[in-house]
């Protein structure tokens, strides 16, 4: 992946030098993510992203565009229980965030239509487990609500590969629809061989300067 990474960054700057057009823009949007693996009773997170891109035109069909996107990903488990007399119930939302580096890849399918795919490395800045436990037995109720921090339990950096399509409503808007595949195995907690992967959709807005 490393190899992609900096394979991807060399076509950057051969782009750059060959560009045809370059334009700078910003981008904001919802982020559905969720974690894949050894894990049990997850359901996806609402976030959010923003950030900056480069779109280096390279013909009428092709462009390279780097970006620098700031991306609150994660999620949730929900797990709850019940029998005569007895209630549990455990939520637990893991709010990791990311500064993300994706290097995408464009090809205008028409004049307004765009599909992209390419790498991505992203870099934990924070992360942190909202907890709220609630246990009743026999009318008696015990509860426990808090904040852990759990960015030591996560790797550091994360690869990816995204896949995604967009529309430009003018020269200057445009929409994108975007899936992230986690590539690499998140889980630095000691003690744990669990495999855990970063999975994000995201729906973007975007304006080109």
């Known amino acids: ?6 394979s991807a960054l060399a076509l950057v700057v ?7 057009e370059i334009k700078y823009g910003a981008k904001a949007g919802l982020n559905i993510s969720n974690v894949s693996g050894d894990i049990e009773n997850n359901k996806p997170l609402i976030g959010a992203h923003l950030g900056a891109f480069v779109e280096v035109k390279l013909t009428d069909k092709f462009a390279f565009q780097p970006e620098l996107l700031f991306s ?11 029998a005569v007399d007895y209630s549990y119930s455990y939520k637990e939302d893991n709010k990791i ?6 290097l995408m890849a ?7 239509l765009f599909l992209e795919a390419g790498p991505q490395i992203g870099f934990v800045l924070s992360a942190k487990s909202d907890i709220e436990e609630t246990e009743t037995f026999m009318g008696i ?4 609500s808090g904040d852990v921090d759990i960015k030591d339990n996560l790797k550091s950096v994360d690869f990816g590969l995204n896949f995604g399509l967009g529309y430009e409503f003018t020269s200057q808007f445009f929409a ?14 000691s003690g744990s061989s669990a495999d855990l ?3 994000v959709v995201q729906f973007s807005f975007g304006y080109k300067f």
Do not use: C, H, W
Not at 1 to 6: A, E, S, V, Y
Not at 72 to 82: A, N, P
Not at 97 to 102: A, I, T
């Open 1 to 6: 992946m490393k190899k992609m990474i900096f």
């Open 14 to 20: 051969f782009g750059v030098s060959q560009a045809q």
């Open 72 to 82: 609150m990903q994660g999620v949730k488990i929900d797990y709850s229980e019940s």
């Open 97 to 102: 965030n990311y500064l993300n580096v994706p």
């Open 106 to 112: 464009k090809y205008f399918a028409t004049e307004k």
């Open 141 to 144: 109720t015990d509860s426990f």
């Open 176 to 189: 994108s629809a975007r899936y992230n595949v986690g590539l690499t195995n998140i889980n630095n907690a």
């Open 197 to 199: 992967k970063n999975g």
